[in-house]
């Protein structure tokens, strides 16, 4: 059994996670999301606490209203219940990269202790690599552009390593300074939402530290999934569960898609 996903619980790890990535996003923010985990948080937001969050995917649409949960980021359902589509170069050269967008939310293959992000490849060399992953897309622009970065990625020692084989998207480098001396124009990852809880900066090294545990899940079960020396906050916040309100709505948002 999962650690975060004690018996008497009546929803999974996954449910936890989603709800708490959907929390961090407020009404009225504009959202860059990426598919997957990402996607169905950003979706559930809008559909409880955050009507007006403007969801924005790297196909061009703008303004997307899904009532259920897109395939991918080429799903017509986006062009069909957006405000705009617009072309992927004005996607990122207007939107994106002077900063318009305000939070980018990403998932990962691998992340290290400095919010860098590899989804290129594991193991080996680039050119010889023992996985070859499906690669950055249009992540290294959403972790540079974007005025704040989340990251929803399910914790494990695999995924959670002390260095990322590849850096396809930047978090904070090696620590304090690198985003200015790469000329990255947004702030960086300011969360790592998992399964297990949630992780922040440290304010001064950058590292991140585990802020947030959910019911159920210990500091010595988060260590053991994670591939360096996790830093705990001394009081790490109790995460509530999720409402009964924010599992229908992710329930029936998961059960639309499953039956397209």
Request: some cysteine; aromatic content about 6%; proline content about 8%.
């Amino acid at each position: 059994m999962n650690p975060a996903e004690p018996s008497d619980l009546t929803y999974t790890a996954d449910e936890m996670m989603t709800v708490a990535a959907a929390r961090a996003l407020l009404d009225g923010m504009t959202c860059f999301v990426g598919i997957g985990l990402p996607s169905a948080a950003a979706n559930l937001a809008r559909a409880t606490h955050a009507p007006a969050l403007v969801l924005i995917y790297e196909s061009g649409t703008i303004g997307a209203k899904p009532d259920e949960l897109p395939l991918s980021i080429g799903d017509g359902i986006l062009a069909e219940t957006a405000d705009a589509v617009v072309s992927v170069p004005e996607i990122f050269n207007y939107w994106l990269q002077p900063g318009r967008i305000d939070v980018g939310f990403l998932g990962a293959a691998q992340i290290d202790k400095f919010g860098n992000i590899n989804t290129t490849v594991i193991g080996g060399d680039y050119g010889n690599p023992r996985v070859r992953l499906p690669g950055a897309g249009g992540a290294p622009e959403i972790a540079a552009s974007c005025r704040e970065v989340i990251v929803v990625v399910r914790q494990t020692s695999r995924s959670f390593v002390e260095r990322v084989d590849f850096v396809t998207s930047v978090g904070y480098g090696s620590g304090p300074g690198d985003r200015k001396r790469l000329g990255l124009t947004g702030a960086g990852p300011k969360k790592i939402i998992t399964d297990l809880g949630v992780l922040e900066p440290d304010p001064v090294t950058l590292e991140f530290t585990m802020t947030g545990l959910y019911p159920g899940v210990s500091a010595a079960a988060a260590k053991e999934h994670t591939g360096w020396d996790l830093a705990i906050a001394p009081e790490p916040e109790i995460i509530a569960g999720p409402s009964p309100a924010e599992l229908d709505a992710l329930r029936n948002l998961q059960r639309s898609a499953d039956d397209r």
